[in-house]
C-alpha cells in the first residue's frame, strides 16, 4: 500500500490551482444517466471516486470519454442497457447510490445495492427512499438491494425533509426532474453543490428553481437534452489547502477557489489570526512564521455553517493554537478518528461524544500515523506539514478518492513531501 512521507517545518509559497468540486461532480456523473444526448462536464476533478463512478455507468451503458487536456468528461446513455448496481460497486463508493433516481425516472425501474454504514457513521438512506415513494414508487428491499419500480413514471410530490440531507435533496432533484408534474422539495440543503446540480440539470433543459435555498421547485419535463456544464470549484478541497497553509505558515493562492462558499471557514481562520482575503478568481491565505495561532472553538453545521468535511483539517490547525478549542461535529455520529492520530504526533486532544477539546501545544512531532477516511487522512498531512521531523501517513488510498495530485500541489510550494509506493 503507498504512504505519503512528510519532512514538517517548510513554509508553504505559492499558487494551488483548485479543481471541480468531488461531491459535486459524482451526482452530475448520475446526471448523465437523464438524458439520451451527451453531457459534457468542464473542470472535471480526476479521482478514484470519479473513476469508479465512470466504471458504474459504463457497467449501464454509458458511453465515456476523458479528454485530459481540458479536463472535461464526455457521457454519452444513448441507451440504459442494465439497470443495476451490484453491491461491490455500491459498497465501495456511497455516492454509486445515486444512480438509483436517474435509472428510476429514465427506465421505469432499478435495482441498486443498500450502500451500507462507513467510517463516519451508519449514513441511512430512509429519505432518498420515502421521496421515491412520495413520487410514486414501489419500494422493495430484498437482500441487501432497493427493488425500486414506477413504471408508469414518477408524479410530483410535495416532499418537506425532516432534517437537512445533502444526498437526499440531490438525489431527489435528480429524479424529479423527469416526473409528471411539480415537486417542491422543503428544508432542503442549501450547499453550493446543489446549485451547480440545479445549473447543470437546467442546462439540460430541466425547470428547477430556488436550489441554493431551502425551498426548490421543479417542474418535471419528458425529456432531457444534452448539455456543457462546468463543476463548481470544490470548496473542501480550497480549505483543505488553506488550513494546510495556516498550519506550515506561507502565503499561498487558492486559484479557483470560491470565497462565498467558504464563509464559515474563512470566519474560523480570522479568528485563528489567518490572514484570508478574496484575490481575483481566488482566495490568498497568509499566516507569518513565527506568529502563533489563536484557539477558536465550532460547530459543524449544514451550509451556510461550518462544513463537516473540513472539521479534520480545523482539527489539526487547531492542535497548534494558543489555548483550548471547542469542536462540535453535529452532522456524523463518529466523525473523530483522527483525534488519537494527532495525539500520535503530540497533540492534546479529549474527545467527549460529538464534542472535543483541541489544548494547543507549542509544536508537533513527526510519527507514524494511519488514516481513517478520506477527510481524516487529509488532516494528517496538514499535521505532518506543520510538525517536526519526518510523519509517515499510511493507507493513502483515502486520499487518492478525494485529492487529486494533492503531493504535487503541496510539493509545487514548497512542502517536503513524498509518495512511497507500496507492494499492493
Ligand atoms: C454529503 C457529502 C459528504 C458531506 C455530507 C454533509 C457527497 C458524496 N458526500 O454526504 O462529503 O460530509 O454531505 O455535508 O456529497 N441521513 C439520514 N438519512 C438519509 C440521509 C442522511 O439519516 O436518508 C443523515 C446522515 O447519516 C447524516 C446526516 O443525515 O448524519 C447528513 O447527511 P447528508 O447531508 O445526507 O450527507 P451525504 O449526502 O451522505
Known sequence: MDRIVITGGAPLNGVIPIYGAKNSALKL???SLLSAEPLMLENMPDLADTRFMTQLLQSLGVEITWIKETRTLRMHAAEILSTIAPYDQVRKMRASFNVLGPLLARAGHATVSLPGGCAIGARPVD??????????ADIHIEQGYVKAAALRGLKGAAIEFPFVSVGATEHTMLAAVLAQGETVLKNAACEPEIADLADCLNAMGARVEGAGTAEIHIQGVTSLKGA?????ADRIEAGTYAMAAAAAGGNVLLAGARFEHLGAMIKFLREAGVQVDAEGRGLRVV????????AASFETAAFPGFPTDLQAQAMALMCLADGESRIKETIFENRFMHAPELTRLGAKIEVHGNEAVVTGV???AGAPVMATDLRA??????AGLAAEGETIVNRVYHLDRGFEGL?????????????????D
Open 29 to 31: 456523473q448520475a446526471a
Open 127 to 136: 429519505l432518498h427512499l420515502k421521496a421515491f415513494e412520495a413520487m410514486g
Open 228 to 232: 456543457k456544464h462546468a463543476v463548481v
Open 287 to 294: 499566516r507569518k512564521r513565527g506568529q502563533r495561532l489563536k
Open 362 to 364: 507549542e509544536k508537533l
Open 377 to 382: 487522512s487529509v488532516s494528517l498531512v496538514i
Open 407 to 423: 503531493e504535487a500541489k503541496l510539493a509545487a510550494c514548497g512542502a517536503q513531501i513524498a509518495r512511497q509506493r507500496g507492494e
